[in-house]
């Protein structure tokens, strides 16, 4: 498939997403949105996919919403369910690790889009802020959600209402980043880590996910359930009976995906 605001790159069990909009530092448009989430589902349509990575081209990872594209008329929640929404949600439901490889700024809406990944490295140039108030505009794309599970009320408070922009450094502080990584380094770091995801048991990351996107909003008793459930379905895996033979055998499983 051809896009026009992205590259898709397929090697080796690892799908590329490159944010192809380098001189708006990969900023949003519709174009760009659409194209985004038909990628997400070639990934999820490829068996033979079993990591992504989304990055940018440039200096900018994802500078949020193009806000030179609005159209008069259409408004903000409009803009959020029909370009946002449909690609954090894709990113949440794809059953297979998804790698934010942050090279550059990460703001707005486009900082949303990586904390909705799975994994985040940074590069030591990275940027990040929930910069929606400089602008007179509410936190979206997910900020509600993934912002006070990963460092509590009190901090994602703090980042909505000031809007300060602040350097990688602070956001692996924060929890925000799980590494920061120079800039010639991150690509490939964040290949080798993705490629060791995509020889993993594909179906256990999926389960993992899933409980995740749902698990404060379960109780004890329904978690543990849930956990049960979720045994019962991954002992009936290819990879499930190739991880306990390889246990017993001593030697190193090779999980297909199954």
């Given at each position: 498939?051809t896009?026009e605001?992205?590259?898709?790159?397929?090697?080796?069990?690892?799908?590329?997403?490159?944010?192809?909009?380098?001189?708006?530092?990969?900023a949003?448009n519709?174009?760009?949105?659409?194209e985004?989430?038909?990628?997400?589902?070639?990934?999820?349509?490829?068996?033979?996919?079993?990591?992504?990575?989304?990055?940018?081209?440039?200096?900018?990872?994802?500078?949020?919403?193009?806000?030179?594209t609005?159209?008069?008329?259409i408004?903000?929640?409009?803009?959020?369910?029909?370009?946002?929404?449909?690609?954090?949600?894709?990113?949440?439901?794809?059953?297979k690790?998804?790698?934010?490889?942050?090279?550059?700024?990460?703001?707005?809406?486009?900082?949303?889009l990586?904390?909705?990944?799975?994994?985040?490295?940074?590069?030591?140039?990275?940027?990040?802020?929930q910069?929606?108030?400089?602008?007179?505009?509410?936190?979206?794309?997910?900020?509600?959600?993934?912002?006070?599970?990963?460092i509590?009320?009190?901090?994602?408070?703090?980042?909505?209402?000031?809007?300060?922009?602040?350097?990688?450094?602070?956001?692996?502080?924060?929890?925000?980043?799980?590494?920061?990584?120079?800039?010639?380094?991150?690509?490939?770091?964040?290949?080798?880590?993705?490629?060791?995801?995509?020889?993993?048991?594909?179906?256990?990351?999926?389960?993992?996910?899933?409980?995740?996107?749902?698990?404060?909003?379960?109780?004890?008793?329904?978690?543990?359930?849930?956990?049960?459930?979720?045994?019962?379905a991954?002992?009936?895996?290819?990879?499930?009976?190739?991880?306990?033979?390889?246990?017993?055998?001593k030697?190193?499983?090779?999980?297909?995906?199954?």
């Open positions: 498939m896009y605001t992205l590259l898709y790159t397929a090697t080796d069990a690892v799908a590329t997403i490159t944010l192809n909009r380098p001189r708006q530092l990969n949003v519709r174009t760009l949105a659409t985004l989430a038909m990628a997400l589902a070639e990934a999820n349509r490829d068996e033979r996919v079993r990591a992504v990575v989304i990055t940018g081209a440039g200096r900018g990872f994802c500078a949020g919403q193009d806000l030179t609005l159209q008069d008329g408004g903000g929640g409009q803009i959020l369910r029909e370009m946002y929404n449909p690609i954090v949600l894709a990113i949440r439901r794809l059953p690790p998804v790698i934010a490889a942050i090279n550059g700024a990460a703001v707005g809406a486009g900082m949303n990586a904390l909705a990944c799975d994994i985040r490295f940074a590069s030591e140039t990275a940027t990040f802020g910069v929606f108030t400089r602008i007179g505009a509410l936190p979206d794309s997910g900020a509600f959600y993934f912002l006070p599970r990963m509590g009320m009190a901090r994602a408070t703090e980042l909505m209402l000031n809007a300060d922009v602040f350097d990688a450094a602070h956001a692996v502080s924060l929890g925000l980043v799980n590494a920061v990584y120079s800039s010639d380094e991150l690509l490939p770091r964040t290949d080798d880590y993705a490629r060791r995801l995509a020889q993993g048991p594909t179906q256990a990351y999926a389960r993992i996910k899933a409980g995740l996107n749902d698990a404060f909003g379960l109780g004890l008793e329904a978690a543990l359930e849930w956990e049960a459930n979720g045994q019962d991954t002992a009936m895996s290819e990879d499930f009976q190739e991880g306990v033979t390889a246990f017993l055998g030697r190193s499983p090779h999980f297909v995906g199954r």
